[in-house]
């Protein structure tokens, strides 16, 4: 059984920084599109930013380019997503996710998940 344990999370003024840490306890970890999402109050979860098996392709939604960045140690079965130049907007609770068959930028493409970190900015 897979299991992603997410932490960095936590409280920043806007324009601060966090970086978030996921760690994946399955043997096949270096072998899985891995992805992140988040999921606001009242919102539908959405997608953030993805990266391919070996880190040579990464893909993030347009309001996150040029401030988040998505990177992965598949010797260390882990997966980050550095957050820079934070905006009160990007507050929710953040959600690694390890993609199935299929990466792309649906909660339905990935198949197993992490119990969320929150991110809160203050303006």
């Known amino acids: 059984q897979v299991q992603l344990i997410e932490s960095g999370g936590g409280s920043v003024q806007s324009g601060g920084s966090l970086r978030l840490s996921c760690v994946d306890s399955g043997r096949t970890f270096s072998s899985a599109a891995m992805g992140w999402f988040r999921q606001a109050p009242g919102k539908e979860r959405e997608f953030v930013a993805r990266i391919t098996w070996n880190g040579g392709s990464t893909y993030y939604e347009d309001s996150v380019k040029g401030r988040f960045t998505i990177s992965r140690d598949n010797g260390k079965r882990t997966v980050y997503l550095q957050m820079n130049s934070l905006k009160p907007e990007d507050t929710a609770v953040y959600y690694c996710?390890?993609?199935?068959?299929?990466?792309?930028?649906?909660?339905?493409?990935?198949?197993?998940w992490g119990q969320g970190t929150q991110v809160t900015v203050a303006s």
């Open positions: 996710a390890r993609a199935g068959d299929i990466a792309g930028a649906l909660p339905e493409d990935y198949r197993y």
